[in-house]
């Protein structure tokens, strides 16, 4: 099964969504028909486990960063870490995110996958920024957790989809964007005049 998606996800890198047939998966993968539908069912089955395998790796990049950023001792310290990993897996498995953020839109079983692994990398996210509770502040740190979520979630989504010279085009290092946006929403959380 491994190989087999291994296959698809290099088939779909290589020539996009019309190349990823079941035919050129079985040849690559060097495996039989009977097997891929034993496995997936059909097309639409490989497609949910590439969905699924998809958010799989980006849920343990989510943990492997949280994990990292809580050692950190300041908000800031801990966003740009947290931050760092992230962004370093959008960058890694950016062709599949590309794939899935158009196909999903029009899929109701893998939007309902993505709906639920944003919520839960939402949750992951917030977690990390309310342990620095004492430095929000903002009268309503779960409101201001949740927006910043927010900010970022339409970064990444932004990285996945789109090259420099498409949004700006003023090339921008992953690490120097990280560094930005991390001020941006430190600022966010721990500006002053948050409180009401």
Known sequence: MARMLDAAEAIFAAGGDSALTVEAVVKSAETSVGSF???????????????ERFLLRLGGAAHVAVAAAGNEKTLAGALGVFLSHLFTATQEYRNSARFFVLHRSADPNLRAQ???????????????VLSHREEIAHANPATAADVTWRMLYAAL??????????????????????????????????AGSGKR
């Open 114 to 128: 993505g709906i639920l692994a944003n919520t839960i990398f939402a949750g992951i996210f917030n977690t990390l």
């Open 157 to 190: 989504a932004q990285q996945m989809m789109f090259d420099d010279e498409e949004v700006s085009g003023v090339p921008m290092t992953t690490p120097a964007l990280v560094h930005e946006i991390t001020c941006c929403l430190a600022a966010y959380l721990t």
């Open 37 to 51: 539908y034993s496995r997936f069912g059909d097309r639409d089955g490989l497609l949910q486990a590439m969905h």
